[in-house]
């Protein structure tokens, strides 16, 4: 399936990419997250177990559990706060 991933703030940052389009054979955000992360380097580090970050299908936020469709926009970021 074909995916369009956003990044934002830090993690735009230490990519170096804000959106990229992916060809996906995966279930789950779960399994998305561990082919982002097998790309190594700061990828890895950023995308990490423990690290701060939150996941959202076509603007929904998700659990790592949650199912992919194909043409889904995944956004990947870190947690905000606000006042």
């Known amino acids: ?6 990044y934002f703030a ?5 990519f170096g990419v804000a959106e990229e389009g ?9 399994d998305l997250l561990a ?3 097998a790309r190594g380097g700061v990828w890895a ?4 177990a423990g690290r701060a970050f939150r996941v959202a299908v076509d603007q929904d936020l998700v659990a790592l559990d949650a199912v992919l469709h194909d043409g889904a926009e995944i956004a990947i970021f870190p947690p905000v ?3």
């Open 1 to 6: 399936m074909k995916l369009r991933l956003l």
């Open 10 to 14: 830090r993690l735009r940052e230490r």
């Open 22 to 30: 992916i060809e996906f054979a995966g279930a789950t955000a779960a």
């Open 35 to 37: 082919v982002l992360q």
């Open 45 to 48: 580090e950023e995308l990490a």
């Open 81 to 83: 706060t606000g006042g």
